[in-house]
């Protein structure tokens, strides 16, 4: 385990439990910002991709959010999903996504959050997600637990794939790739109890974290709907992997995350799957 006095030293003499603190405050921050302005935005646009869309919330959050932490952590470098990367020479990286689920919320479902994490190199160390409408935080700091508001949380023992419920994602990308993530949606949902898509990775992670299901994977995703969710669901007792095999990779955009009596399984299912031909569907 990295020791908590490295991180002090890479942050300038800030505690671990400090930075945890300021990652949950982070969150709170998305919190407020976000309930406030619940059906009442004012600007959408589209970044370019179908269903990838920004709107003033997001940018809003975002700039509060980097200027809690460029005051708190001025030496911490950022990567944030609307402006980007901020690089202060750190091996430290915050890694923000100001509203996760921008499409749930530009419609008011309520299915959204904000996502904080602390990583180190390319390890999540802390993290911390906010969901709004539930009124819930979650949040886990490196060998201290992962919690949802003041209760500590556990992945699920549910340990047959047949009585599990999962949930999963599809990326921006699915509509040009056969790598897209609908056969093994398909192919999953007749082998559990079913399988949910929330629209919102980070809010996935946390609800593994907190047993509300049972197992996560999903491709093509980016480091901020990684980095808090990744260690919230580690501190849990829950693993973070590739799938269908190898390591987890911040960096690879891919994740499967479980209670590991269903890791085996569920990598074995998905190890099975045919992607859908594209002109079945185009």
């Known amino acids: 385990m990295l020791e908590p006095s490295k991180i002090e030293v890479l942050a300038k003499n800030i505690s671990l439990a400090s930075l945890y603190e300021i990652a949950k405050n982070s969150a709170q921050i998305g919190n407020e910002i976000l309930k406030i302005n619940y059906n009442k935005i004012q600007k959408i646009s589209s970044k370019g991709r179908k269903g ?153 992670l946390a609800f593994v974290a907190a047993g509300k299901v049972d197992g996560y994977w999903e491709r093509g995703l980016e480091v901020w709907d990684l980095a808090a969710g990744a260690i919230i669901v580690k501190e849990a007792g829950g693993i973070i992997s590739n799938y269908p095999s190898g390591e987890f990779n911040l960096s690879s955009g891919r994740i499967l995350a479980c209670s590991p009596s269903l890791e085996e399984e569920l990598k074995n299912e998905l190890d099975n799957v045919y992607p859908f031909k594209k002109n079945l569907y185009t």
């Open 52 to 204: 990838d869309l920004v709107t003033n919330v997001d940018v809003e959050v975002e700039n509060k959010i980097k200027e809690y932490l460029i005051e708190k952590t001025p030496n911490i470098s950022i990567n944030a999903e609307e402006s980007g990367k901020l690089n202060k020479s750190s091996e430290l990286t915050w890694c923000i996504d100001p509203l996760d689920g921008t499409t749930n919320y530009s419609h008011g479902y309520p299915f959204f959050g904000t996502s904080i994490g602390l990583v180190y190199k390319n390890d999540p160390i802390i993290g911390a997600i906010s969901v709004p409408y539930l009124n819930e935080l979650y949040s886990a700091c490196i060998g201290v637990g992962s919690f949802c508001n003041d209760t500590e949380l556990k992945v699920s023992s549910t340990c047959n794939l047949s009585d599990s419920l999962l949930v999963t994602g599809f990326s921006y990308d699915r509509f040009e790739t056969e790598d897209n993530n609908y056969a093994e949606f398909c192919y999953l949902t007749h082998k559990t109890r079913g399988v949910r898509r929330g629209g919102a990775a980070a809010v996935d």
